[in-house]
């Protein structure tokens, strides 16, 4: 079944997800429609190489058909399926639950990987010996292996995909239970085997701390991680690199930072990581399906508010892609999270009002001859709806006034499924609703990334400038007509599918004021030919980061405040931010009981 732009429904999304346990062994066709999302997602920017998982045989709680973005899809297409999954049969019990490193994002040639910190011996014997018993002994495993010949097949998986940095988030060294030590870690490693490798130990709370979220009236400046619990034993280590030396931090107070702070400093690593190091990186904690998604997920939004990654993808694609595949597919349990109330997943997309700052943007990380893809500066990021109601992050209560402004829309008829829902219907949804998206196609049918930084030159065929991934030379996206007179003309740098390129004599004056459709950008000037950057061109770059990153966060929030008005989510603690949110969720279910007792319809 292949997806189609009808079915993101962000509400019915998060609804479904947080009533099931996500297994590859799970037959729900709402999983193969999320997946059939995911890949037509991808396929807007990248080629991909396609893993099969059917069964489980790479492990149980990854993507049934992993999705690796090789190229961009301008780009000749890279073939590694067949060598890649060799290196991952041969490596995969190496890591707990056999969470062995998948490359899950792609940026200029390097990957972005997660995966479960280390098994022991222990775990992989275990496993080793089920397999066995079981008859799923693959043809990979021709002799029992041992810890020694797995930690140098997960080595060989990691060197093969380019991978320089390991960022470990537990804050033990090995994780015990009952005086057993149960995972170990590559900086637990006695043979030392990942010293070739920059080893980053950064210690990061685990889902059970994240019951602190709504008891602290969901205000994570407030939420301080114990340090000096009997079972933290890691340290906070970094490498002696120029990466970790520049940034402006004291690394030493770590365990005085509340929440913010610290998530907000290990983003600044991953991202001038990611823009300045040498190979890619691979992001673990000890299961990876808590705290692992939480940074994957941030980082690839971030990436995605700067123009650098998934370029097509409009807010509301964007979203849906990170909760689909980061989260749920790669086997976070959200429905046991939730009856828990280990609020990792809310924290996420909660932590949106300080990603928009400019020290998460990669930008800061790249020379002049780096190019990136602008999309147009109106909610809904590059060719989605606009959104006239798009609120602002102007303080933590923006969190608090967006949930309950949506709570309050769902006392009116909303839609999900397709049809009319009222906020009271308990159970899952058959299907999502339906959403139209434009999708034209230049006359051209011209497929290059445009960036805002390539050189680009007016003729009577129109504006040329630099893919910004292969470099060749191509039309530059527009949705305006220039005019002889000097008039201006719309320049939006959306993605190329849904622009077409200047007539034939257009735009042949020099001059011209080349300004994007939204009033709060500042224009871009063409003079002589060039396209030219004004000089607050960061007060530019900054508007439209944080413009992206409110739609996606309005459009979470209007998911939340459906889970809320059904009860999903039901905060429980005394303060007045759930006092309001439970009011406005009690109204909800009254509105629209009496909407459905008037309506001569019963209540499911």
Known sequence: MEGSDEELNIPWLVDQYSQIQYHT???????????????????????????????GELCGHY?????????????APVEMAQEVNGLIHKARLARCRSRFPAPVMVYRDKFVCRSA??????????????????????EYSSEWETCDKLREADKDLLNYLKVKHIFDMMVENKKVKFGLSITSSEKADKEKRYCD??????????????????????????????????FVNAELKLPNSPIVNDISLDWLDYKKWNLIELTSSYMMLLVKCLGEGEGGLLLHCISGWDRTPLFTS??????????????????????????????????????????????????????????????????QYQDSTTQFREEEAVPGGGGGESNTNMMRFNSVDSFTDTVCSNITSYTNTSTVNGSENNGTT???????????????????????????????????????????????????????????????????????????????????????????????????????????????????MESKRLQKLDSVYQYFGEAFAYLVSKGTITPTCTSSWSTVIGQLADSVSKVAMNSFNSSGRSVT
């Open 197 to 230: 490798f920059d080893l980053y130990s950064v210690p990061y709370p685990g889902t059970e701390f994240f019951t602190e979220f709504r008891t602290k009236q969901m205000c994570a400046e407030n939420m301080h991680f114990d340090w000096d619990q009997a």
């Open 298 to 363: 941030l980082l690839r939004l971030s990436l995605w508010a700067d123009g650098a990654t998934h370029q097509n993808l409009d807010a509301k694609e964007i979203l849906y892609l990170t909760i689909a595949y980061d989260w749920m597919l790669f086997g976070h349990q959200l429905e046991d999270r939730l009856s828990k109330q280990e609020d990792v997943f809310l924290f996420c997309f909660y932590f949106l009002q300080y990603l928009k700052e400019d020290k998460f943007s990669i930008r």
């Open 117 to 138: 910190t280390l098994a022991t011996t222990a775990e992989i014997l275990g496993r080793s010996g089920m397999e066995w018993l079981q008859g799923t002994w693959d």
């Open 25 to 55: 062994t799970l037959v729900d066709p709402m999983i193969d429609r999320v997946e059939a999302q995911c890949k037509r997602l991808f396929l807007k920017d990248y080629n991909v190489e396609m893993l099969s998982n059917q069964g």
């Open 63 to 75: 993507p049934r058909h992993l999705i690796i973005p090789t190229t961009y899809k301008e780009c």
């Open 426 to 540: 308990k159970g899952r949804s058959s299907s999502p609703a339906t959403l139209m998206l434009e999708t034209d196609k230049c006359q051209n049918g011209a497929h290059c990334v445009r960036s805002r930084q390539s050189t680009g030159s007016v003729s009577s065929n129109g504006v040329n400038g630099n893919c910004g991934s292969c470099g060749n030379s191509v039309p530059i996206a527009t949705n305006g007509e220039a005019s002889s007179n000097g008039s201006s003309y719309d320049n939006t740098f959306l993605p190329h599918e849904t622009q077409h390129a200047p007539e034939q004599g257009e735009g042949t004056d020099s001059g011209q004021n080349y300004r994007g459709s939204n009033s709060s950008i500042d224009s871009w000037l063409m003079v002589s030919g060039s396209l030219q950057k004004e000089n607050h061109l960061d007060k530019i």
